[in-house]
């Protein structure tokens, strides 16, 4: 079965109306660009002409943005439904009933359940990605050019490109988290296969092999401090940072936190400005590492624990100093 047609059926199944990528329609488009630029070739006599124009004016006005707005409405999608559910796993008991209260949590959501719905957003992210790899590369083939990988480079400047997403790595977490407790026993559905946290020489790293030779590799050591990440966060920009490391990085206090960034501090591995805003606490993934790298996890927490308390003492010391015209 062709792809196009794998994904039609795939995005018509499900349950929910979800955003997706008008794979038919591009390709229609990129059709239509060909036969145009055939004809206008014949008419001129031309034949050893194999680019399209500068400036067509069916990619630029109508693929290109057509294609942009769809990536930013899946990844926007999958976040969303992402944070959701890994927000669900983590609640406390009263949180937990607080979410139920207000409808977040329908039926009988036990570790089975959390599991398949990663599973599905696992899923719907890959293919998604697949979609616009081909269309991207249709795109190429069709012109004779590299601007389809230069727009997936344009994406993943604006933090649309789904394997980019921080939610994803935090997927991969949640899933080995679940296969460490009690699930395990009773033949759970598995979320990835092949997944897990690798150790090298100390070093750890999230390895998952998934399906269309689409490979997730995660680094799990900060390039500031360059440790294993402790109390990770992930910037939009997708990469990894320890929290303090972060903070130390963007100009804050752990005080004030990351959201009190000036919009013109950049990311210390990409230099991507406006990055911080939204960072993304990665709390599956912190649970995962104090699991795993238990020793060096504690050790790390009395040295943090330490240097917080210094920097909270220091920031309300000014703030009293402040307050009193010193």
């Given at each position: 079965?062709?792809?196009?047609?794998?994904?039609?059926?795939?995005?018509?199944?499900?349950?929910?109306?979800?955003?997706?990528?008008?794979?038919?329609?591009?390709?229609?488009?990129?059709?239509?660009?060909?036969?145009?630029?055939?004809?206008?070739?014949?008419?001129?006599?031309?034949?050893?002409?194999?680019?399209?124009?500068?400036?067509?004016?069916?990619?630029?006005?109508?693929?290109?943005?057509?294609?942009?707005?769809?990536?930013?409405?899946?990844?926007?999608?999958?976040?969303?439904?992402?944070?959701?559910l890994?927000?669900?796993?983590?609640?406390?008991?009263?949180?937990?009933?607080v979410?139920?209260?207000?409808?977040?949590?329908?039926?009988?959501?036990?570790?089975?359940?959390?599991?398949?719905?990663?599973?599905?957003?696992?899923?719907?992210?890959?293919?998604?990605?697949?979609?616009?790899?081909?269309?991207?590369?249709?795109?190429?083939?069709?012109?004779?050019?590299?601007?389809?990988?230069?727009?997936?480079?344009?994406?993943?400047?604006?933090?649309?490109?789904?394997?980019?997403?921080?939610?994803?790595?935090?997927?991969?977490?949640f899933?080995?988290?679940?296969?460490e407790?009690?699930?395990?026993?009773?033949?759970?559905?598995?979320?990835?296969?092949?997944?897990?946290?690798?150790?090298?020489?100390?070093?750890?790293?999230?390895?998952c092999?998934?399906?269309?030779?689409?490979?997730?590799?995660?680094?799990?050591?900060?390039?500031i401090?360059?440790?294993?990440?402790?109390?990770?966060?992930?910037?939009?920009?997708?990469?990894?940072?320890?929290?303090?490391?972060?903070?130390?990085?963007?100009?804050?206090?752990?005080?004030?936190?990351?959201?009190?960034?000036?919009?013109?501090?950049?990311?210390?591995?990409?230099?991507?400005?406006?990055?911080?805003?939204?960072?993304?606490?990665?709390e599956?993934?912190?649970?995962?590492?104090?699991?795993?790298?238990?020793?060096?996890?504690?050790?790390?927490?009395?040295?943090?624990?330490?240097?917080?308390?210094?920097?909270?003492?220091?920031?309300?010391?000014?703030?009293?100093?402040?307050?009193?015209?010193?």
């Amino acid at each position: 079965m062709k792809f196009c047609k794998k994904y039609q059926e795939y995005m018509e199944h499900q349950e929910k109306k979800l955003p997706g990528v008008g794979f038919k329609k591009l390709k229609k488009i990129l059709k239509k660009c060909r036969k145009d630029f055939q004809s206008q070739k014949d008419i001129n006599g031309v034949h050893n002409v194999q680019i399209c124009p500068d400036h067509c004016p069916v990619c630029d006005g109508s693929f290109f943005p057509s294609l942009l707005k769809e990536m930013s409405d899946v990844v926007g999608c999958f976040n969303e439904r992402a944070q959701k559910l890994l927000e669900l796993h983590l609640a406390s008991g009263f949180r937990k009933y607080v979410i139920w209260f207000k409808g977040k949590l329908q039926g009988n959501q036990n570790h089975v359940a959390l599991i398949q719905e990663g599973k599905d957003l696992v899923t719907y992210a890959l293919i998604n990605a697949i979609a616009i790899r081909k269309i991207l590369k249709k795109y190429d083939k069709i012109h004779y050019s590299k601007q389809g990988q230069a727009f997936k480079s344009q994406a993943q400047s604006m933090h649309i490109e789904i394997l980019q997403s921080p939610w994803l790595c935090e997927l991969m977490a949640f899933h080995i988290n679940l296969k460490e407790t009690k699930v395990k026993s009773r033949k759970a559905p598995a979320l990835f296969e092949g997944c897990s946290l690798a150790l090298k020489d100390g070093k750890p790293s999230l390895t998952c092999e998934l399906f269309d030779s689409v490979k997730l590799d995660v680094d799990l050591t900060c390039s500031i401090c360059l440790d294993t990440v402790f109390d990770p966060v992930a910037l939009t920009c997708g990469h990894i940072f320890c929290y303090m490391c972060a903070c130390s990085a963007a100009s804050v206090t752990i005080v004030d936190g990351l959201k009190a960034t000036e919009p013109k501090e950049k990311c210390p591995l990409c230099r991507a400005a406006r990055v911080y805003e939204g960072a993304v606490h990665l709390e599956e993934l912190s649970i995962l590492l104090s699991r795993s790298c238990h020793e060096y996890w504690e050790q790390r927490l009395q040295t943090e624990r330490v240097e917080r308390i210094r920097q909270a003492k220091e920031h309300w010391e000014s703030q009293c100093r402040a307050f009193v015209g010193v």
